[in-house]
C-alpha cells in the first residue's frame, strides 16, 4: 500500500486533488478515468488520490444503484492504485467493512451522514489508514473537532483529512458556508471541499437526486481562495449516464481546463 502524507503542505506546494467517478461500475471506466485524471495532475505536480466507491449504501431509493459486488469493485480499486502508483480512497459505512476494505486502499472514508459514529470512525482509526471524514450537512465546522479526536484518542498516528460537502436545511438544496474551512483547518489536519456533493439537490420529488454542476468551479474557486488544503471532485466520461449522483459530476473532459485555473489561484494566494 501506498502510505498517505498529512497533505496539510504539499510538496509542490499545490492543493491536493480526491477525484474519480462516484461508484466503481466496472474495471474500464475506473482505469481509463485513472489514467485521464494521473496524466492531468502528473503535468500540473498535483498530489492525486484516486476516489471510488466499491459499495453505496446511502440511496434515495431502494432499486438505486449500488455496485458491482464488494470484492470485484475493491480488487479494482487495487489494481488502479498498482497500475498508476497513486492511493485510492472508498467509503465505508459499517465497522465490519473498516478491516475489510483497508486491505484494498489507502484512505478510508466516513460519509457525511456518519461522521458522529463513534464505532465507525474508531474501526477505521485501528486499521492505520488514513481517514477522510465527510463533514455532516447538519454540523458546523467547529464541531468536526470530536470526529477528528475520536481518530485520534484511538490512533494518535492516524493522517486525518475533514471535508466539507456543505450544509442542508431540509429543503432539497445545500449551502457551502466557507467559515467551515478555516474552522477545520484549525485542527491542524488538511482540509478538502467536496466540490460536486456540495451542490447536490437530495430528496427530489422524483426520487433521484438532482445537481448543479455548473457551479462547481464557483466552489472549487471560492473553497481554495479560504485556504483548503485539498479538493474533492467526483467525474465521468459521461455523466448523464453515470450510475450513481450524475447530476452533480464534473465531465471528465472539463477537469484539466479547471485544474489549470484552479492551479493560478492557488498560487496567487501563497
Known sequence: MISIPK????????????AGPCAI????????????????????????????????????????FTGIGDEKALNI????????????????????????????VDVLQIPAFLCRQTELLAAAAKTGKAVNVKKGQFLSGASMKFAAEK????????HVILTDRGNSFGYGDLVVDYRNIPEMAAFDVPVVMDCTHSLQQPNQSSGVTGGKPKLIETIAKAAIAVGADGLFIETHFNPAEAKSDGANMLPLDQLEGLLERLVRVREAIL
Open 77 to 104: 480499486l487495487r489494481e488502479v492504485s498498482q497500475t498508476f502508483g497513486i492511493p485510492t480512497v472508498t467509503d465505508i459505512h459499517e465497522s465490519h467493512e473498516a478491516a475489510m476494505a483497508a486491505e484494498y
Open 25 to 64: 461500475e466496472g474495471r474500464d471506466m475506473a482505469l481509463r478515468i485513472a489514467e485521464k485524471i494521473v496524466t492531468i495532475t502528473d503535468r500540473l505536480r498535483i498530489p492525486y488520490i484516486f476516489k471510488g466507491s466499491y459499495r453505496k449504501a446511502n440511496r434515495t431509493k431502494i432499486d438505486s
Open 151 to 158: 481518530i485520534h484518542e484511538v490512533n494518535p498516528q492516524c
Open 7 to 18: 497533505l496539510k503542505n504539499t510538496d509542490s506546494g499545490q492543493y491536493f486533488l480526491l
